[in-house]
């Protein structure tokens, strides 16, 4: 067997006798093609059948990956293989090697087969959640994001063709806050406490909710002020949740790490109310409600701390005392008062007995922080360094200067 020039056309058999004689084209030993064009010539005709092979592959896949019903079965790796293999050569400008390794295993099958530039589940979510929001991309099976920097992410880099690849090639999360135009978040980690909530908010049934392993999340859309992002507890310490907002992000779309799909489990948009709508369960410790302990802390400081010895901030301890009692100091006569609310009259009160009171004070701190030493801190120079504290807190001069009427 011999093997023939690829340049030079083949010759055509002699024919028989009685044939005709078709006319025969002119033959040139030169090239038809150099070099140079023969190799490029045979790696396109190359590439568009490879491109050829794998769509026509890809096709017949997710045709037996159809069960009658039109749902797809659960093994789609042949298809799979067969995208990321079309697809690699377009994304490898975009993504690094391990975000392709993580394209490679995808085992959404809608995702699957949707085409790169193509992204529908994006532009479903920009018209679910408006077209304001700010998506982050996150590693597929994970609920936090790695991309450095992601709490800047603005609406500029949502229009990046490689973003978007990034995008739709793993879970999907949104940057909450103002950053959204005011989306945020209420995470409820129980099916029993979201029952409870959903009760108190009889509006909140009809706003976007989605559900990763347990619980659920409630989309809003807050109008004016509201506190940032907040994890919450219950009175008895156990977790409840998280009100989430700026500074935080939630997953809207993907895995999660216990391998169950996000759910929405009910497809409408946040609707718009104001924070203070918000009714919340009595056992929830709310961070943002300030009670008389924290207000004293944010005017005078911390009540003590222990750094070897216990050290006592006097302020703290004097403006306490000074909010659980009506009491006023009158500098001209240097006498304390105190108002009895039974009968509306302001009575003298000496220093021994508010130096008393205070010590009953620190008993009761001591109770409470299981802190000894405020006992044995009760001494009469300290008790009468508060209340030289106090008369500056409480001072009146003139409280009882009587006001003459016209004449």
């Known amino acids: 067997m011999t093997t023939q020039d690829l340049n030079i056309p083949a010759q055509s058999p002699e024919p028989a006798d009685g044939e005709n004689h078709p006319p025969q084209a002119k033959t040139s030993s030169q090239p038809a093609f150099s070099p140079k064009e023969e190799s490029e010539t045979i790696a396109v005709v190359s590439l568009s059948l490879a491109d050829s092979v794998v769509q026509t592959v890809g096709a017949a896949n997710v045709v037996q990956a159809m069960t009658d019903d039109g749902n797809f079965l659960e093994d789609t790796a042949s298809f799979s293989d067969a995208r990321v293999a079309h697809e690699i050569p377009v994304q490898a400008e975009c ?26 589940i994006l532009e479903e979510l920009q018209e679910l959640l408006g077209n304001k929001v700010v998506l982050i991309p996150i590693p597929r099976g994970q609920k936090g994001p790695v991309t450095k920097g992601w709490q800047k992410i603005s609406q500029a880099q949502m229009q990046d063709p490689c973003y978007q690849a990034q995008l739709a090639n793993g879970n999907i999360g949104v940057l909450l806050g103002t950053a959204s135009d005011g989306l945020c978040a209420i995470d409820i980690d129980s099916d029993e406490e979201l029952e409870v909530f959903l009760t108190l908010n009889p509006i909140l049934p009809g706003t976007l909710m989605t559900k990763g392993a347990r619980g659920a999340q409630l989309w809003v859309k807050v109008e004016g002020q509201y506190p940032p992002l907040t994890k919450l507890k219950t009175d008895a310490g156990e977790d409840y949740g998280e009100w989430r907002a700026g500074g935080g992000q939630s997953i809207i779309h993907g895995i999660h790490p216990s391998g169950v799909h996000y759910q929405r489990l009910h497809d409408s948009p946040p609707i718009s109310i104001t924070f203070e709508q918000i009714v919340w369960p009595d056992h929830v410790k709310l961070p943002w409600v300030k009670d008389a302990a924290d207000l004293l802390t944010e005017q005078y400081g911390p009540a003590y701390k222990v750094e070897g010895c216990l050290k006592i901030n006097e302020f703290h301890f004097a403006a306490k005392f000074k909010t659980e009692r009506e009491l006023l100091w009158e500098p001209l006569e240097r006498e304390f008062y105190e108002y009895e609310a039974t009968n509306g009259l302001w009575k003298s009160v000496s220093t021994e007995t508010l130096k008393f009171q205070l010590g009953l004070d620190l008993k009761r701190v001591s109770d409470q922080t299981g802190v000894e030493d405020f006992i044995f801190a009760r001494t009469d120079g300290r008790m009468s360094g508060w209340l030289n504290t106090l008369k500056g807190m409480v001072e009146e001069r003139n409280a009882f200067k009587k006001v003459r009427g016209p004449v």
């Open 95 to 120: 993504l690094k090697v391990s975000e392709l390794e993580e394209a490679d295993s995808l085992s959404d099958p809608l995702l699957a087969i949707q085409p790169i530039g193509s992204y529908h």
